[in-house]
């Protein structure tokens, strides 16, 4: 069973920058993609970024230049650098990864991007 654990989340100021990380246990299969959704109040849950088991990345307009999504396979972990952050950007973040068109989730990290 694949679990994510997100941590990182809090309170910037606009224009800051943070770093989310998301911790893995569990096995996964050699084709996956592991990604960062974000949910702002009374919105939907959205892509942020993704990265494929060959390191593809796949962004939201939205973030496109400001956010890195990254990846330790030794440590199964999964990152999410955001600098230059908005209020825009205020949501809860998600872990995820995606196989055999199944999805796994964490349970979220908030971030704040406020004066």
């Known amino acids: 069973q694949v679990q994510l654990a997100e941590s990182g989340g809090g309170l910037v100021q606009p224009g800051g920058s943070l770093r989310l990380s998301c911790a893995r246990t569990g096995s996964i299969f050699r084709i996956h993609t592991l990604g960062w959704y974000r949910q702002a109040p009374g919105k939907q849950r959205a892509l942020v970024a993704t990265i494929t088991n060959d390191g593809r990345t796949n962004y939201a307009d939205s973030v496109k230049g400001r956010f890195t999504i990254s990846r330790d396979n030794a440590m199964n972990m999964v990152y999410l650098q955001m600098n230059s952050l908005k209020p825009e950007d205020t949501a809860v973040y998600y872990c995820?990864?995606?196989?055999?068109?199944?999805?796994?989730w964490g349970q979220g990290t908030q971030v704040t991007v406020s004066s």
């Open positions: 995820n990864v995606r196989m055999l068109l199944t999805d796994y």
